[in-house]
């Protein structure tokens, strides 16, 4: 019963005469017209190695989900050195996050970004590049110390 009404359904959104279904009288046939677009349609095609869609994923799985779960492990055990190293991620991954919303209209144009996003991501979340104690150490801890209070 259900396919019969997502089908009445698509073909009441299909262009040209529709047919007749048992659940409903025959019609006459509807002219759409799209309204125009005040906003800019997000990007669903890049100019990448991967569909946008999968880029996407990976760099959640890469950037929050292993991130997440590590940072439980290291609460769990109560290892304080382990703690701080995803303490000091997360605030990272935190004003990234700001800047990269922020400037998302910028960003859906340049190619091959998530691709580079992926390399970030694993530059950071990795602990033999240290890439967030990097970010943390030369340009977030500076600025908390002088506007921090």
């Not at 605030?91 to 700001?98: E, I």
Request: one cysteine or more; hydrophobic letters at 45%.
């Amino acid at each position: 019963r259900s396919s019969g009404c997502l089908q009445y359904f698509f073909e009441l959104l299909a262009p040209g005469p529709h047919s007749h279904t048992p659940h409903s009288a025959p019609h006459t046939p509807h002219t759409f017209t799209a309204a125009p677009r005040t906003a800019p349609q997000q990007r669903t095609m890049g100019w990448g190695l991967l569909p946008v869609s999968l880029a996407r994923f990976a760099c959640d799985v890469l950037g929050f989900m292993y991130p997440a779960l590590a940072s439980a492990k290291a609460v769990i055990q109560e290892d304080g050195p382990c703690c701080s190293q995803w303490l000091t991620y997360w605030t990272v991954m935190a004003v990234f996050a700001v800047f990269e919303n922020s400037s998302e209209w910028l960003v859906s144009w340049v190619p091959m970004y998530f691709e580079f996003k992926i390399g970030f991501v694993c530059w950071l979340v990795l602990p033999r590049f240290q890439g967030a104690a990097r970010i943390y150490e030369r340009l977030i801890y500076p600025y908390f110390l002088e506007y921090g209070e």
